[in-house]
């Protein structure tokens, strides 16, 4: 178990966004991918092309303008219909022309939803499974299959779902997902079917667990123990179907069971870990306003109150509007303590608020949330952040919070104690607390 390497897919941009009146506009969801990218996750899923229109317009836009370090984009897609063939299956023929290397095809391993399913059969699903494997193989895309429902398939009917595992592996699929799709199930029993599913078909095998109260994140952790090679999961565990933490599961494999969650191994996250243990930042309050600026004119002014490993430090600026007025207060307080900061420099930001929302800075909303995408300059580089709170003052202090913490640790701190220029994961950065919210615009 030691040293194995884990490869993270994470699911966000799809199930993330699965929450009734959160579907992302494309700018969005390439500003997600970039952060990802630097994150270090192996895949980032993108959606399902032809599901939406911004599905389509998103893959389009994807193949000209991300240029990914680490991860690989992959579009998701279902197998072909009932009796159809996977080379003229209209929804086959969207997932390549998404144009992404690899592909989820999702497939149904429960014996009792197939039986239900209208127009199809065992036999036929089997046979569906296979084929569009292989067409897909033969375009060459490297293929995943999402064996969905598996483990209510296990429990009702084992030789079936193993079946289903094994005819994919033998079409060319590289990894077969054992999802979870109720949720919530016991880790040890997770461990127990990925071990027997393990044993029984010789596949490279990968989990995507769902359910609150750390379930998730759990079940996940035991597959791992048992023998599989992928974990599924989304940013923080975002999104209404409580899918699996894959921050917390890169955390818990690393340091307590010395696995390689990332590409490129785990010591480079290791050392992240190690360095970034104890540097803490955290907004304890913050506060803009308007002071008159002659000739009938507003000028935004902000305060900030935070504290660094512990210690408080505090600033206060002004000039511009008021995510200006917010960038230079953070920077008057950390510049000093972590030099490296000053390296970021705010170009440009965009904010989005819900209809219904109140939406000012520094004014909590009554319903849904603000969400801001801040772009900054890196000294030679460029970062794009993502930060969603109450209000758009609030969205904007997390989103300049996580560019700070993407700094690599040298440069963070500009000391030099880390030799090596690479994004520290976001588990392991300085963290964010929910900002106190005392401002009035």
């Known amino acids: ?77 279902a197998a072909r219909a009932p009796g159809a063939s996977a080379a003229t299956d209209p929804r086959v023929r969207e997932l390549l022309a998404a144009g992404t290397p690899v592909v989820t095809l999702a497939a149904v391993s429960d014996s009792r939803r197939v039986e239900r399913a209208p127009g ?55 990894t077969v997902v054992l999802c979870d799709g109720a949720g919530g199930r016991p880790p040890d029993e997770v461990g127990a079917v990925v071990s027997d599913t393990l044993h029984g078909t010789g596949v490279e095998l990968g989990v995507h667990c769902r359910g609150g109260a750390g379930r998730a ?45 990332l590409p490129g191994g785990s010591a480079a996250l290791g050392a992240a870990v190690a360095e970034s243990a104890g540097r803490a930042v955290e907004v304890v309050s913050w506060q803009v306003g308007a002071d008159p ?47 490296g900061v000053r390296r970021l420099r705010l170009t440009g930001h965009l904010a989005r608020v819900p209809a219904g929302h109140a939406g000012t800075v520094g004014t909590a ?12 300059a890196d000294g030679d580089g460029r970062l794009d952040t993502v930060g969603v709170a109450a209000d758009t003052g609030a969205a904007f202090l997390r989103a300049l919070l996580e560019a700070v913490r993407r700094l690599p640790a040298r440069e963070r ?7 090596e220029r690479r994004p520290a994961a976001v588990a392991y950065g300085p963290t964010l607390t929910e900002p106190t919210l005392t401002g009035t615009d």
């Open 1 to 77: 178990m030691a040293g194995q390497d884990i490869q993270l897919h994470d699911t966000t941009l799809r199930d993330g966004a699965r929450p009734a009146g959160r579907v992302l506009p494309v700018d969005d969801r390439l500003a997600v991918v970039r952060c990802l990218d630097g994150l270090g996750v192996g895949f980032i899923e993108g959606g399902q092309p032809g599901a939406t229109a911004e599905d389509t317009e998103f893959f389009r836009r994807a193949a000209g303008e991300l240029r990914l370090t680490g991860a690989v984009l992959v579009a998701r897609g």
């Open 120 to 174: 199809t059969n065992l036999a036929e699903n089997l046979a569906a499974v296979g084929g569009t494997v292989r067409h897909l193989v033969r375009a060459g895309r490297r293929v995943l299959l999402d064996a969905e429902h598996f483990f209510d398939g296990h429990r009702a009917n084992r030789e079936y779902a193993l079946e289903v595992v094994r005819t994919a592996a033998e079409a060319g699929a590289e």
């Open 217 to 261: 994140v759990a079940g996940s952790v035991a597959a791992v123990a048992a023998g599989a090679r992928q974990v599924r999961g989304t940013v923080c565990g975002y999104g209404r179907r409580r899918d699996a933490d894959l921050l917390s599961v890169a955390a818990q494999l690393i340091v307590t069971r010395g696995a390689a969650a």
């Open 293 to 339: 600026a002659g000739g009938g004119q507003d000028r935004s002014s902000a305060s900030v109150l935070l504290r660094v490993d512990g210690v408080a430090t505090a600033a206060t600026a002004s000039g511009g509007g008021a995510v200006e007025a917010l960038d230079r207060a953070v920077h008057r307080a950390l510049d000093p303590v972590l030099p």
């Open 365 to 376: 909303g009554t319903a849904g949330t603000a969400r801001v995408v801040a772009s900054f």
């Open 413 to 419: 701190h500009g000391d030099g104690r880390t030799a």
